[in-house]
């Protein structure tokens, strides 16, 4: 008697856990990106669960508002996957990670997406911010100011200061601006050339082409790579440092002299 009164409910359940075993999406990026508005904007769909980084909180300090590398086992991270991913009953679910956070928690991006694909994901999407200087200005802005985003209905305001090219923080790892630049670069050749030894399909998205001047541009790419239909949410955040860096950096000519004879002059530009 109890069985057939709970069938009508557990024959849903049971089709939503089998199609977990595909529609899973990871988007790769390395932060400050415009990764936050695109988060918020696939969230709105009502067939995506958007999760977002999962795996931030796990790497918080004990002061609550700094992180940073923690010791864990890799196995952890797949564990804390799979519990975000019960009982999601639409039909994506998706989440970003970060550089560091497949880093710190011992995996190789190799590693890290042969995981991903044995729990289902079969949509992969890499989010570059092309211009890696303006990345970095835009950690260290917010670390300094404790400014991370802003509402659409806020006016960013004009910071300026100076960036030390002896000791920058990027995702909260000190180092310098040479190697900061270096390490963004050789994160994203080997993510894609990870993803096209594995045979694995998928969607470039970069920050210049597809988020800057338009977010719903970024939407839409994403929504109908994943055979959506895009809706119209209200873009939530505005740009946080839409101005000219040299109008942002103090010590502008320092920077362009440091970064004359390298692959990165171009950056100051931006």
């Not at 949509?123 to 911010?129: A, C, D, S, T, Y």
Request: hydrophobic fraction near 35%; glycine fraction near 4%.
């Amino acid at each position: 008697m109890l069985r057939n009164v709970l069938a009508p409910f557990l024959v849903p359940i049971v089709k939503i856990a089998k199609r977990r075993a595909k529609n899973n999406v990871c988007i790769f990026h390395n932060g400050r990106c415009g990764s936050t508005v695109i988060a918020h904007l696939l969230g709105k769909h009502g067939k995506i669960h958007w999760d977002g980084e999962i795996y931030s909180k796990y790497f918080l300090k004990p002061d609550g508002k700094t992180f940073g590398k923690v010791n864990y086992e890799r196995d952890q991270s797949i564990r804390i996957l799979k519990n975000k991913m019960k009982a999601i009953f639409t039909k994506y679910y998706g989440f970003d990670v970060k550089r560091n956070h497949i880093e710190w928690f011992n995996f190789s991006i190799s590693d890290y997406i042969e995981q991903l694909k044995e729990l289902g994901f079969d949509r992969f999407i890499v989010l570059e911010r092309q211009n890696h200087l303006r990345t970095i200005l835009s950690y260290t802005i917010a670390r300094e100011m404790g400014i991370w985003h802003i509402h659409r209905h806020e006016a960013a305001v004009e910071k300026t200061l100076r960036i030390n090219p002896e000791k920058v923080y990027l995702a909260y790892e000190e180092m310098d601006l040479l190697n900061a630049l270096e390490l963004m670069s050789c994160y994203y050749r080997d993510l894609r050339n990870a993803l096209k030894d594995l045979n694995v399909p998928y969607l470039d998205v970069t920050y210049e082409k597809d988020i800057r001047e338009n977010p719903m541009v970024a939407y839409k790419k994403i929504i109908e790579y994943l055979g959506l239909r895009p809706k119209q949410p209200k873009i939530r955040f505005n740009r946080t440092n839409p101005f000219p860096l040299s109008k942002m950096v103090s010590n502008y000519d320092e920077l362009d002299k440091y970064l004359s004879k390298t692959p990165y002059a171009w950056m100051l530009e931006g």
